[in-house]
């Protein structure tokens, strides 16, 4: 796989997680496109981790294989981590 592909593909899939993850959260999620993608990337990345501590591929089996169904799962799970964190850590600044 090119590099030029794997981007593509890892932007795709941010975007695709992210959404998802924002649908499955509960609450009104404040947040831009481009940032659901960066969380969404991240996320599929912590699920990544998440499953190599599970005794999975991990990292290298998202890198590797980011369309399998596991793969997208455990990406949603890492997202949905990392958009409650992403809540947390912003939660004081919308205030006006």
């Known amino acids: 796989m090119g590099l030029l592909w794997a981007i593509i593909s890892w932007i795709i899939i941010g975007a695709i997680?992210?959404?998802?993850a924002r649908?499955?959260?509960?609450?009104?999620?404040?947040?831009?496109?481009g940032l659901t993608i960066v969380l969404g990337v991240i996320g599929a990345i912590v699920g990544g981790f998440i499953?190599?501590?599970?005794?999975?591929?991990g990292i290298s089996g998202v890198m590797n294989d980011p369309w399998s169904i596991g793969t997208i799962l455990l990406a949603v799970v890492g997202a949905l981590i990392v958009m409650v964190i992403y809540g947390f850590a912003t939660k004081g600044s919308n205030r006006v």
């Open 17 to 20: 997680i992210g959404l998802i």
């Open 23 to 33: 649908a499955i959260m509960p609450g009104k999620q404040s947040m831009s496109l």
């Open 51 to 57: 499953g190599g501590l599970l005794g999975g591929k």
